[in-house]
C-alpha cells in the first residue's frame, strides 16, 4: 500500500482540486451546506451498499465520494471563519484520544464491552445528558433501535443472557396475538412495534446487525423475485395471469441459483 508519504500528497490534491473547483465551477460555487445533505446522506447508502456487496473496487470509490464531502463541508466552512479541514481533523483526533484513555492515559481495561462503557461514560462527563442524545432523529427507526439498544446496554442497562430477550420476543408476540384477536389497530400497532424493537434486541444478542440481515434478504428476495419475473417473460405470460403453484416453481427454482 502507499506510503504515509504518498497519502498525504494524494490528500493535498483533492484539497487543492476542492480550492480551485469552488473558486471557478458555477455548480460548486452555489453549493452549501444545506444543499449538500441530501446528496451526503445518498453517498453514504450507495457505500453501504457496496460493502454488502462486498465490492472493494466500489467502496474505494464510494469512500472518496464521501472524502470529497468532507473536504468540501470544510471549505464551506472556512469562507466564514467557521472551521476548516483542520479543526476537523483535530477535533477527531481530540475525541479519540479522550474517549481511549485505555490507549493515551492510565486506565486499564479487559475487553471490548470495558471500552463501549468507558466511551459512553465519557461522553456524560463530556457534557451529554443522556447516553441516547447521540442518537440522530433522522436515523431509519430499525438503525435507530439497534442504536438505542447499543448505547444503553454500554452503561450497563442491559439484559444478561440471550435467552431473557429470546423470552422476552415470545411475550411481545403473544402480546402482539391478543390485540390481533382484540382488532384495536392503534394498540395493534404499538405491540407491532415492541416485537420489532425486541427482535432487534435479540439480534444485537446474537452479534447480527438487523439492518444489515433484512438488507440481505431484501436483496435475496429481489434476485428470486426478478427471476420468476424473467421466466414468465419467457413464456410471454404476465404475473398475474399465473397460478401461485406456476409461480412456486420458478421460486424453488431462483432458491437454487
Known amino acids: 500500500m502507499n506510503k504515509r508519504e504518498i497519502q498525504l500528497k494524494a490528500f493535498d490534491r483533492l484539497l487543492t482540486i476542492m480550492d480551485e473547483l469552488r473558486e471557478q465551477c458555477p455548480w460548486d460555487k452555489k453549493q452549501t451546506l444545506q444543499t449538500l445533505r441530501h446528496l451526503t446522506i445518498e453517498e453514504t447508502y450507495e457505500l453501504g451498499d457496496a460493502i454488502l456487496d462486498n465490492d472493494l473496487n466500489e467502496v474505494k470509490n464510494e469512500l472518496g465520494d464521501l472524502l470529497l464531502h468532507i ?45 463501549k462503557r468507558n466511551w459512553e461514560n465519557i461522553k456524560l462527563g463530556e457534557g451529554k445528558k443522556s447516553v441516547l442524545e447521540g442518537v440522530p432523529n433522522s436515523l431509519p427507526a430499525l438503525v435507530k433501535a439497534n442504536r438505542i439498544q447499543e448505547k444503553v446496554a454500554g452503561v450497563g442497562f442491559d439484559w444478561e443472557r440471550p435467552e431473557q430477550v429470546f423470552e422476552k420476543v415470545k ?82 427454482e431462483a432458491k437454487k441459483i
Not at 423475485?225 to 413464456?235: G, T
Open 171 to 252: 411475550e411481545e408476540l403473544s402480546e402482539l396475538q391478543e390485540e390481533i384477536n382484540l382488532g384495536n389497530r392503534d394498540k395493534l400497532e404499538a405491540e407491532f412495534g415492541d416485537v420489532l424493537f425486541s427482535i432487534v434486541n435479540y439480534a444485537r444478542f446474537l452479534d447480527i446487525n438487523p439492518e444489515s440481515a433484512l438488507e440481505r434478504t431484501n436483496k435475496k428476495f429481489i434476485k428470486r423475485f426478478q427471476y420468476l419475473e424473467s421466466k414468465a417473460k419467457e413464456q410471454r405470460k404476465k404475473l398475474k395471469e399465473m397460478s401461485l403453484d406456476e409461480m412456486d416453481v420458478y421460486w424453488e
Open 71 to 115: 473536504v468540501f463541508y470544510s471549505r464551506i466552512g472556512s469562507e466564514t471563519n467557521s472551521f476548516d479541514i483542520a479543526d476537523v481533523a483535530n477535533s477527531i483526533c481530540d475525541k479519540l484520544i479522550n474517549r481511549h484513555p485505555h490507549i493515551y492515559g492510565d486506565v486499564a481495561v479487559t475487553g471490548e464491552e470495558d471500552v
